[in-house]
Nanobody, 124 residues
């Protein structure tokens, strides 16, 4: 089992940047696919980005391609989400998620482990 704690959210103006971090417990972090999801009020929780256990493969939602970058440091048990050129529509609670194995799922129910979320607000 793995426990996840997100940090780095906050309030930023349109066009600004934030970097989210997700620290994971446990000694087998490098065996987990890691994902970032987000949920805006009244909307579904959707994938933003995900990264393979070794870090060599990534997937992104179309809405964030070219602006967001997911990365991980397995020595630090941490996954990151660098968010640039932020827009008001990026406002949401951002969640870190984990699944054991090699398959990079885009589905919310593909991830059994979740953090509690961090709020990102982009002002116009």
């Amino acid at each position: 089992q793995v426990q996840l704690v997100e940090s780095g959210g906050g309030l930023v103006q349109t066009g600004g940047s934030l970097r989210l971090s997700c620290a994971a417990s446990g000694r087998t972090f490098s065996r987990y696919v890691m994902g970032w999801f987000r949920q805006a009020p009244g909307k579904e929780r959707d994938i933003v980005a995900a990264i393979s256990s070794g870090g060599g493969d990534t997937v992104y939602a179309d809405s964030v391609k070219g602006r967001f970058t997911i990365s991980r440091d397995n020595a630090k048990n941490t996954v990151y989400l660098q968010m640039n050129s932020l827009k008001p529509e990026d406002t949401a609670v951002y969640y870190c998620a984990a699944r054991y194995g090699d398959y990079i799922s885009r589905a919310r129910d593909g991830y059994p482990y979740w953090g509690q979320g961090t709020q990102v607000t982009v002002s116009s």
